[in-house]
């Protein structure tokens, strides 16, 4: 409907006064002319024009519009938004006098249930259209974005006259609300924000994370981390109860501090193979007002191993003979050796388990999880550049282990300038290529890292195995390491030694493209049967193994497996997927499709394409990348269209979405988007008044439509052809 239409003017005293001057001093100049020219009608009309002239412009210096404004037939809109997340079934909205005793806390979304229904807006129904809404997160986001519905509210709903936000302002997703927020305060659009929810969260005990590997093996412990969060007051001693889905349960007291977070683990030994769920539980205690979140579940696949371990030395001594044994006699473990003994007129040892020659091809080495390198170096008859190479391919693309154990002889001097140097965690000392030697045993002391890692840990508690630790008998000799390279962790450092550098590192790990390197700089461990035999001199070599082999063997099967970094991945966290892929010979695939197609825990499925890395495409390894989007058991199944294989492997992403129960409420996200359009927060207890405040907006103001006049190019056209005109006429009048 138009309320007006016509002419409007936009002056000021200066514009004004200009004007009327300029018009008054024309006529005057007009009129003295047209006297002169003795009245003469020509000389009029020409005047007449020149005061025209002065006065179009004068007109156009006070900015002349022509002006409609139109009030739109239809009611305007009130849109109220409200947060249909997971956090809003949090209980923590008390109700006031005879309720709160009766019923206890609401959840949010019971507080809100009445400004959802239609029949609330009913007294607004004559003046506004009332449109209700609601905004979650969406199926692939770990949280709320509060800035995408009101980004959106303008072009969602005509003639928008407010916004009615209903939540808890658990905003943890999307850009800042009050960017979204400035558009609705340009639109003259105030938003009534109304928050819900306590400030302060709940006593609670919470499970943040259940650290399960995905992967364990038959008879072996399995090292199950956890973490609990607890808002409660007072300290507390919690029971923490473990159960697997083959009925095996485990106990185990953990101390809670107060409003603070508790990390420890539970050790399992499964017996039979298959896959299992594991779940973890801490009954409701004393004072907690949420239960729901005392539950954690994750899967793991349980398998028999037969891992392949490759061990190549030059002469038999002690460490290598114990070492042969210890594997030998793992039944997880099929030990291959290869030993370089000068004087022999052919290689091996003339058991079954002895090879002739190092493995030649890339067929030939793959099939090894874990190679060990004892004093062994580059000569003609120990190995070739061409053998470093393909090492360092193995444990990069193939992900299988290393292991370095040098030697009183020195050879591993030669490895350096090799393919191998790269991969080595420690810089030799170039001249004591033989090592040192000490007068007596000196021990290896445990670093911060080394008393947390799986492969130091010889008894069950961390007391128990720092002290076995100490009690483990010394070594007499020692590599001729200077230090650690950047990157690399020091296990263990010897007991005395030491040099610029700190103390000498006898125990160094470090990851190297898929697979890992270990740099044992001793071989002295034999030492550690005396008054145990093998009790943990076995163990410690079998937790090298696997460890080293754990990447490698996460998903396997005839001719295709999978790895995945890190191998307990976080929700929202990239994760590295390594396909290696062989051809029905055996030798690996250089080119071909292979893609994987993974199954989120809410049926969301997403194709992933592998690539080989560039320019090393003859290890038949390639790559993805994959960022988990929920927290879950993800399936996965692999396929490589060349060889027709599939492989059917499965991951658990660790932690939870961003929208949790019992987390505290944020009502100063609201409290900022109601600033930012000049709007109000109304706490839950005056949920009432908001009618009576949407009742008192003023009509919307009308939608205006502006000619702007004084710019227009007409206007500019019409003063140029009467300044034309007006020159025609003074040539006629023959004044030019």
Same mark, same amino acid.
């Given at each position: 409907m138009t309320e007006f239409q016509g002419f409007r003017f936009f002056t000021t005293p200066w514009t004004l006064g200009v004007s009327l001057a300029l018009i008054a001093i024309t006529a005057a100049i007009c009129v003295f002319a047209w006297k002169r020219s003795g009245y003469a009608p020509g000389q009029g009309l020409l005047e007449l024009l020149r005061l025209a002239i002065v006065g179009l412009v004068a007109i156009l210096l006070n900015q002349p519009e022509w002006v409609e404004e139109y009030r739109p037939a239809d009611k305007p809109t009130i849109a109220v938004l409200h947060d249909a997340s997971r956090s809003m079934d949090t209980r923590d909205v008390v109700l006031s006098g005879t309720a709160a005793r009766a019923g206890g806390p609401q959840t949010r979304r019971e507080a809100i249930a009445e400004l959802i229904t239609s029949d609330f807006w009913k007294p607004l129904a004559e003046r506004f259209n009332v449109e209700i809404a609601a905004f979650s997160p969406a199926p692939d986001a770990a949280g709320t974005d509060y800035a995408a519905p009101l980004g959106t509210v303008l072009d969602r709903f005509v003639g928008l006259r407010s916004v009615v936000l209903v939540g808890d302002g658990d905003w943890n997703e999307g850009p800042a609300p009050s960017t979204a927020a400035q558009a609705l305060r340009l639109a003259q659009v105030p938003v009534v924000a109304v928050a819900v929810g306590s400030e302060t969260k709940l006593p609670d005990v919470e499970f943040a994370s259940l650290d399960c590997p995905t992967v364990g093996v038959a008879g072996k412990p399995v090292r199950v981390p956890f973490t609990i969060h607890s808002s409660?007051?007072?300290?507390?001693?919690?029971?923490?109860?473990?159960?697997?889905?083959?009925?095996?349960?485990?106990?185990?007291?953990?101390?809670?501090?107060?409003?603070?977070?508790? +990390?420890?683990?539970?050790?399992?030994?499964? *017996?039979?193979? #298959? @896959?299992?769920?594991?779940?973890?539980?801490?009954? =409701?205690?004393?004072?907690?007002? /949420? !239960?729901?979140?005392?539950?954690r579940t994750a899967p793991i696949a349980v398998r028999r191993e037969q891992l392949k371990v490759l061990v190549v030395e030059s002469i038999p001594r002690w460490e290598y003979r114990y070492l042969r044994n210890a594997l030998s006699r793992d039944p997880g473990v099929d030990v291959t050796c290869l030993l370089f003994q000068p004087g022999l007129s052919k290689r091996g040892g003339g058991n079954k388990d002895y090879i002739q020659k190092f493995?030649?091809?890339? @067929?030939? /080495?793959?099939?090894?999880?874990?190679?060990?390198?004892? @004093? %062994?170096?580059?000569?003609?008859?120990q190995l070739t550049e061409e053998d470093c190479r393909l090492l360092k391919g193995l444990v990069e693309y193939q992900a299988s282990g290393l292991v370095f154990l040098p030697g009183w002889r020195g050879e591993q001097a030669s490895l350096m300038g090799t !393919?191998?140097?790269?991969? $080595?965690?420690?810089?030799?000392?170039? %001249?004591?290529?033989?090592?040192f030697s000490s007068e007596g045993p000196r021990k290896l002391v445990l670093t911060e890292v080394g008393r947390k890692s799986l492969l130091t840990k010889l008894a069950d508690s961390g007391t128990e195995n720092l002290a076995v630790w100490e009690s483990l008998p010394g070594v007499q000799w020692y590599g001729p390491v200077l230090r650690a390279k950047a990157g690399s962790e020091v296990l263990a450092v010897h007991e005395d030694a030491g040099n610029e550098y700190g103390r000498i590192p006898l125990l160094i790990t470090r990851t190297y493209g898929a697979g890992k390197v270990l740099y044992m700089a001793t071989d002295g461990a034999w030492r550690w049967r005396k008054g145990v035999e093998d009790k943990y001199h076995y163990r410690f070599w079998g937790q090298v193994v696997r460890w080293m082999a754990y990447r490698r063997n996460m998903a396997k099967g005839e001719r295709m497996s999978l790895s995945f970094a890190p191998e307990q991945p976080q929700l929202g966290q990239a994760l590295a997927l390594d396909a290696r892929v062989a051809q029905a010979n055996g030798e690996p695939l250089s *080119?071909?499709?292979?893609?994987? *197609?993974? =199954?989120?825990?809410?049926?969301?499925?997403?194709?992933? *394409?592998?690539?080989?890395? !560039?320019?090393?495409?003859?290890w038949g390894v390639f790559a993805a990348?994959?960022?988990?989007? &929920?927290?879950? =058991?993800?399936? %996965?199944?692999? %396929? $490589? =269209? &060349? +060889? #027709?294989d599939t492989l059917e492997a499965s991951f658990f992403v660790q932690g939870s979405t961003a929208e949790g129960i019992g987390r505290a409420a944020r009502p100063e996200v609201l409290a900022e988007i109601a600033q930012v359009t000049k709007g109000r927060l109304v706490p839950p207890g005056e949920i009432a008044s908001i009618i009576e405040s949407l009742a008192k907006l003023p009509e919307p103001p009308p939608s205006v439509r502006r000619l702007q006049l004084w710019c227009h190019p007409a206007a500019a056209g019409v003063i140029v052809g009467l300044l034309g005109l007006f020159w025609v006429m003074r040539k006629r009048q023959g004044l030019v």
């Amino acid at each position: 409907m138009t309320e007006f239409q016509g002419f409007r003017f936009f002056t000021t005293p200066w514009t004004l006064g200009v004007s009327l001057a300029l018009i008054a001093i024309t006529a005057a100049i007009c009129v003295f002319a047209w006297k002169r020219s003795g009245y003469a009608p020509g000389q009029g009309l020409l005047e007449l024009l020149r005061l025209a002239i002065v006065g179009l412009v004068a007109i156009l210096l006070n900015q002349p519009e022509w002006v409609e404004e139109y009030r739109p037939a239809d009611k305007p809109t009130i849109a109220v938004l409200h947060d249909a997340s997971r956090s809003m079934d949090t209980r923590d909205v008390v109700l006031s006098g005879t309720a709160a005793r009766a019923g206890g806390p609401q959840t949010r979304r019971e507080a809100i249930a009445e400004l959802i229904t239609s029949d609330f807006w009913k007294p607004l129904a004559e003046r506004f259209n009332v449109e209700i809404a609601a905004f979650s997160p969406a199926p692939d986001a770990a949280g709320t974005d509060y800035a995408a519905p009101l980004g959106t509210v303008l072009d969602r709903f005509v003639g928008l006259r407010s916004v009615v936000l209903v939540g808890d302002g658990d905003w943890n997703e999307g850009p800042a609300p009050s960017t979204a927020a400035q558009a609705l305060r340009l639109a003259q659009v105030p938003v009534v924000a109304v928050a819900v929810g306590s400030e302060t969260k709940l006593p609670d005990v919470e499970f943040a994370s259940l650290d399960c590997p995905t992967v364990g093996v038959a008879g072996k412990p399995v090292r199950v981390p956890f973490t609990i969060h607890s808002s409660l007051s007072t300290e507390r001693v919690v029971v923490v109860d473990f159960k697997a889905s083959n009925g095996d349960a485990l106990r185990k007291e953990v101390r809670l501090p107060a409003m603070g977070t508790a +990390t420890d683990w539970l050790y399992w030994t499964p *017996r039979d193979v #298959g @896959d299992y769920t594991v779940t973890i539980t801490v009954p =409701k205690q004393d004072g907690e007002l /949420l !239960a729901d979140n005392n539950q954690r579940t994750a899967p793991i696949a349980v398998r028999r191993e037969q891992l392949k371990v490759l061990v190549v030395e030059s002469i038999p001594r002690w460490e290598y003979r114990y070492l042969r044994n210890a594997l030998s006699r793992d039944p997880g473990v099929d030990v291959t050796c290869l030993l370089f003994q000068p004087g022999l007129s052919k290689r091996g040892g003339g058991n079954k388990d002895y090879i002739q020659k190092f493995p030649s091809g890339l @067929d030939a /080495l793959s099939q090894y999880d874990v190679v060990f390198l004892g @004093d %062994v170096g580059v000569s003609p008859d120990q190995l070739t550049e061409e053998d470093c190479r393909l090492l360092k391919g193995l444990v990069e693309y193939q992900a299988s282990g290393l292991v370095f154990l040098p030697g009183w002889r020195g050879e591993q001097a030669s490895l350096m300038g090799t !393919a191998l140097e790269e991969l $080595c965690p420690v810089v030799l000392d170039p %001249v004591r290529k033989e090592g040192f030697s000490s007068e007596g045993p000196r021990k290896l002391v445990l670093t911060e890292v080394g008393r947390k890692s799986l492969l130091t840990k010889l008894a069950d508690s961390g007391t128990e195995n720092l002290a076995v630790w100490e009690s483990l008998p010394g070594v007499q000799w020692y590599g001729p390491v200077l230090r650690a390279k950047a990157g690399s962790e020091v296990l263990a450092v010897h007991e005395d030694a030491g040099n610029e550098y700190g103390r000498i590192p006898l125990l160094i790990t470090r990851t190297y493209g898929a697979g890992k390197v270990l740099y044992m700089a001793t071989d002295g461990a034999w030492r550690w049967r005396k008054g145990v035999e093998d009790k943990y001199h076995y163990r410690f070599w079998g937790q090298v193994v696997r460890w080293m082999a754990y990447r490698r063997n996460m998903a396997k099967g005839e001719r295709m497996s999978l790895s995945f970094a890190p191998e307990q991945p976080q929700l929202g966290q990239a994760l590295a997927l390594d396909a290696r892929v062989a051809q029905a010979n055996g030798e690996p695939l250089s *080119r071909g499709e292979v893609a994987a *197609r993974v =199954k989120a825990p809410s049926g969301t499925v997403e194709t992933v *394409r592998f690539a080989p890395p !560039a320019g090393e495409g003859e290890w038949g390894v390639f790559a993805a990348n994959l960022t988990p989007r &929920e927290p879950g =058991k993800h399936e %996965v199944t692999l %396929v $490589c =269209k &060349e +060889t #027709g294989d599939t492989l059917e492997a499965s991951f658990f992403v660790q932690g939870s979405t961003a929208e949790g129960i019992g987390r505290a409420a944020r009502p100063e996200v609201l409290a900022e988007i109601a600033q930012v359009t000049k709007g109000r927060l109304v706490p839950p207890g005056e949920i009432a008044s908001i009618i009576e405040s949407l009742a008192k907006l003023p009509e919307p103001p009308p939608s205006v439509r502006r000619l702007q006049l004084w710019c227009h190019p007409a206007a500019a056209g019409v003063i140029v052809g009467l300044l034309g005109l007006f020159w025609v006429m003074r040539k006629r009048q023959g004044l030019v």
